[in-house]
């Protein structure tokens, strides 16, 4: 009865295959260039817009008054929006 032995050196080579592809994929994801710079923002945020005394996100209500900001705590099951300008 003939013995078969499994063809150790194919899956070696499968191995070193695997892991020299996967070096490759981590280098070039650590090395390639960023596609670009990322434009700024044409819109201020209504945070940094003077004009806007009071906004929102959905969860909290921030005014601005001569002392400051001040903003509303937003509820523990809050689920955030784009800030909103609500009052000039």
Excluded: K, Y
Excluded at 46 to 73: F, I, K, M, Q, Y
């Amino acid at each position: 009865m003939a013995e078969t032995r499994p063809d150790r050196s194919r899956d070696a080579a499968f191995a070193w295959i695997a892991a020299i592809a996967t070096l490759a994929t981590i280098l070039v994801a650590n090395f390639a260039p960023a596609r670009g710079p990322v434009p700024p923002p044409t819109v201020a945020s209504p945070a940094e817009d003077p004009g806007c005394r009071e906004w929102t996100d959905s969860c909290r209500v921030c005014t601005r008054g001569a002392d400051g900001v001040h903003c509303s705590t937003p509820g523990f099951a809050c689920q955030r929006e784009a800030l909103r300008c609500t009052g000039r």
